[in-house]
């Protein structure tokens, strides 16, 4: 039988892996991945030759038992993201879930994660805080939101550059006093971050020609600056 390794993959920059994660993605069968292009650009870079076989949250049901069964006759396999670690707001925790009920040894090589990246350099609280990932797009959202307003630990989000501006609206809404730090870009060229409360952060942040992936670290209540 054959083993599953969760990979984790640079968040940005490509240098941002491990020698482990290199040699483990060079050694393994296949690798199955979220979008063969985005991966490909990292293979290429490290010089490595294997298939690649997408798995994103469309195709994820579909494929488990084939990934499943080539591991149980004996492949390796390796599971990686577009960026970070899988399985943290990625597919692949039903993978790992079905593999684990086969009996299939899972192995995980650790490296890049956004969230507790941009905790670490946030200046924020990180004794106990909360990963709510990507936030509902329509329905629960506000009712999503209305709780964090209560959470008096550090929250950290994910969220897109289509609904950024949205975000910042809603939390200067409901969380008006809360200091905020937003990230655009983490380890890539054009990084950047926002500090103050949301008001500030919406006259700061352009409203035009913004790109990108997006990390928000909420300070706790009555945090001070």
């Known amino acids: 039988m054959g083993k599953l390794f969760v ?11 491990s020698f482990r994660a290199v040699e483990t993605l060079k050694e393994v069968d296949f690798i199955i991945c979220e979008d063969t292009r985005v991966s490909k650009i990292l293979l290429d870079y490290y010089e490595i030759k294997k298939e690649l076989v997408s798995f994103n949250a469309q ?3 579909k494929k488990i038992a ?3 069964e080539r591991i149980i006759h004996g492949e390796n396999c390796a599971l990686i993201s577009d960026a970070g670690t899988p399985c943290i707001s990625d597919p692949g925790v039903r993978l790992v879930n079905e593999a684990i009920k086969n009996e299939i040894d899972v192995l995980g090589v650790p490296g890049a994660n956004a969230a507790i990246f941009a905790l ?3 200046g924020l609280p990180t004794d106990s805080f909360v990963f709510e990932g990507f936030l509902p797009q329509k329905k629960g959202r506000q009712t999503k939101l209305k709780e964090l307003s209560k959470e008096k630990r550090t929250i950290v989000l994910y969220e897109s550059v ?3 501006e949205k975000l ?3 939390l200067n809404e409901l969380m008006p006093e809360r200091y905020l730090v937003v990230w655009r870009e983490l380890t890539k ?3 950047e971050n926002w500090r103050g409360v949301p008001k500030e952060l919406l006259a700061a942040l352009p409203s035009k020609n913004i790109k990108g992936e997006f990390v928000v670290v909420i300070a706790p209540i009555n945090w001070k600056n």
């Not at 990979?7 to 892996?17: E, M």
């Open 168 to 170: 910042l609206n809603e």
């Open 120 to 122: 670490s350099i946030s």
């Open 162 to 164: 289509y609904r950024i």
């Open 59 to 61: 195709t994820e049901t």
């Open 7 to 17: 990979v984790a993959t640079p968040i940005g920059n490509l240098k941002d892996i």
């Open 189 to 191: 060229k054009f990084e």
């Open 66 to 68: 084939a990934v499943i």
